[in-house]
């Protein structure tokens, strides 16, 4: 039986000798799919997942809430002199909004003419798409009713009135302010 044994290097060294010629044939396949890999990856090192965090802080920073409003008036009202405990009811109109950017398109046929409008859009790669926003609109409230413990006395009525008026928009006649318990 005269079988050889393998060295034990052999292998090894033809395996790489193999795995180098491959590299060498597909040297530029193997180079675009690792830029395409690392062009995949990079929303996610660079943040990409954040920028829907970032917008939805954004849209919750412009459409706050009413009850935080009323929360807000009611700390500073009871800090006022001869206030004492408020609470504060706020009623809307309208509530905050967006006034987008729009694109127009207008064409004159012999049936007749046409127009189509539509959004513009902001693309930020990878298939994210944003409306380019030209205005934030701001709640329009209805009226408000302020119960504190002043609420008897004129003099508080009027500051009431007048901090009411000057956080909220509305005019003296939708303001209602009475006493509390």
Same mark, same amino acid.
Request: net charge negative; hydrophobic share 35%; with cysteine.
């Given at each position: 039986?005269?079988?050889?044994?393998? &060295?034990? /290097?052999?292998?090894? @060294?033809? $395996?790489?000798?193999?795995?180098?010629?491959?590299?060498?044939?597909?040297? $530029? @396949?193997?180079?675009?799919?690792?830029?395409?890999?690392?062009?995949?990856?990079?929303?996610? *090192?660079?943040?990409?997942? #954040?920028?829907?965090?970032?917008? +939805?802080?954004? %849209?919750?920073?412009?459409?706050?809430?009413?009850?935080?409003?009323?929360?807000?008036?009611?700390? @500073? *009202? !009871? +800090?006022?002199?001869?206030?004492?405990?408020?609470?504060?009811?706020?009623?809307?109109?309208?509530?905050?909004?967006? %006034?987008?950017?729009?694109? !127009?398109?207008?064409?004159?046929?012999?049936?007749?003419?046409? =127009?189509?409008?539509?959004?513009?859009?902001? =693309?930020?790669?990878?298939?994210? &798409?944003?409306?380019?926003?030209?205005?934030?609109?701001?709640? +329009? $409230?209805? /009226?408000?009713?302020? %119960?504190?413990?002043?609420?008897?006395?004129?003099?508080?009525?009027?500051?009431?009135? #007048?901090?009411?008026?000057?956080?909220?928009?509305?005019?003296?006649?939708?303001?209602?302010? =009475?006493?509390?318990?």
């Amino acid at each position: 039986m005269n079988r050889r044994e393998p &060295e034990k /290097g052999s292998g090894l @060294a033809l $395996y790489k000798g193999r795995l180098m010629e491959l590299f060498q044939r597909y040297k $530029y @396949a193997l180079l675009v799919v690792a830029a395409g890999v690392v062009m995949m990856a990079l929303p996610a *090192l660079s943040g990409g997942g #954040e920028t829907t965090q970032a917008r +939805q802080q954004s %849209v919750q920073e412009v459409e706050f809430g009413t009850e935080e409003l009323e929360g807000r008036l009611e700390a @500073a *009202l !009871s +800090q006022m002199d001869g206030v004492g405990q408020a609470e504060v009811v706020l009623t809307l109109r309208s509530g905050p909004g967006q %006034v987008l950017a729009q694109d !127009s398109q207008n064409s004159v046929r012999e049936e007749g003419s046409e =127009s189509s409008q539509s959004t513009v859009v902001l =693309s930020k790669g990878s298939g994210y &798409e944003e409306p380019v926003v030209l205005q934030q609109l701001s709640p +329009q $409230y209805q /009226g408000a009713l302020v %119960v504190c413990s002043g609420g008897d006395d004129p003099a508080v009525r009027l500051k009431v009135v #007048e901090a009411v008026s000057a956080l909220t928009g509305l005019g003296a006649d939708k303001i209602s302010v =009475s006493k509390g318990k």
